[in-house]
């Protein structure tokens, strides 16, 4: 079975996410195997997952047949979601319109599913809705604000959001050990999945003190895998409760301190900004370590 789609608009997606969004857990290799195969063309011609996919685009998949896609399209079918989960999910709901909400995520649920993974947040989302989409990540312990997007179209916008920088993100941190500079930008050389070295950019200030710890906030401008994490480790101050770049702290045992905890966007010529509530575990390791002129940082929700 052939199935035709003209492309409405420009969405200034690659053709492999552009399906994703569409199929929402078709595989990159299954993508991959069926544009090589021809199964998958773009205006009757072959093409490459990289092509970025215009306005008045014919997309064919000529494989295309109603069950197999289905199949292919379901995650974890027999998927079981307590519903206890399920109504934390809901409560931690800080901002909802209809095409957009804001979760504060807890720590210790991962954003996405992977081999190890029982339950993600993604998991949940296409529980509610197969509409709702992932617009960027959290590492699993980290907690705090998490865009989720409730169509296509939104999650196109903060698609393109993300890839022009246009989303102020802020991030507390407690660390283990205190920069040798109270405040300064951080050039770092990280590796990618290919092993390749990506240049990121991190502003940090150290809030407060306490003798050998610090609460530390972060301004990352670029979004790399654990950026934050290493940029921390590279100033000699680690995230305490960090098991992979801090598992020598007399303080492992902690959650890891880090918190997504402030988002700043526009979005139609409207303005949003939200701000996190710092989990219970962050606000009692600050009051029990007291931390010099903690009091004096302005907007600091306490629960």
Not at 213 to 223: A, H, N, Y
Not at 279 to 299: C, G, V
């Amino acid at each position: 079975m052939k199935k035709k789609i003209k492309i409405k608009k420009t969405y200034d997606l690659r053709l492999d996410k552009y399906l994703k969004l569409k199929y929402t857990a078709l595989t990159q290799g299954f993508i991959e195997k069926n544009i090589r195969k021809k199964n998958i063309v773009i205006n009757n011609k072959k093409t490459m997952s990289s092509y970025h996919v215009q306005k008045d685009d014919l997309l064919e998949i000529f494989n295309f047949h109603e069950e197999r896609y289905k199949n292919k399209i379901i995650f974890k079918k027999n998927l079981i979601i307590d519903q206890k989960l399920i109504n934390l999910f809901h409560e931690s709901i800080i901002y909802e319109n209809k095409n957009f909400l804001v979760l504060n995520k807890w720590s210790g649920i991962a954003t996405q599913g992977g081999s190890k993974i029982k339950i993600s947040i993604d998991d949940i989302i296409k529980h509610i809705s197969s509409e709702y989409k992932l617009v960027h990540r959290l590492d699993k312990d980290t907690s705090g604000l998490l865009i989720i997007s409730k169509n296509l179209n939104y999650a196109n916008i903060f698609g393109n959001l993300f890839k022009l920088r246009l989303i102020d993100k802020t991030y507390l941190a407690i660390c283990d050990g205190v920069p040798q500079n109270k405040e300064s930008i951080v050039n770092l050389d990280l590796k990618n999945k290919k092993n390749e070295n990506e240049n990121t950019e991190t502003y940090y200030k150290v809030l407060c003190t306490n003798k050998y710890l610090s609460f530390v906030m972060f301004k990352p401008k670029t979004g790399k895998t654990h950026q934050l994490r290493k940029v921390a480790k590279n100033l000699n101050s680690p995230i305490i409760g960090d098991i992979k770049y801090n598992n020598h702290s007399k303080l492992s045992k902690e959650n890891l301190k880090l918190n997504a905890y402030n988002l700043i966007f526009k979005i139609k010529n409207k303005n949003y900004e939200f701000t996190s509530k710092l989990p219970l575990d962050f606000l009692q390791f600050l009051k029990k370590y007291k931390f010099k002129n903690l009091s004096k940082i302005k907007n600091l929700n306490q629960r």
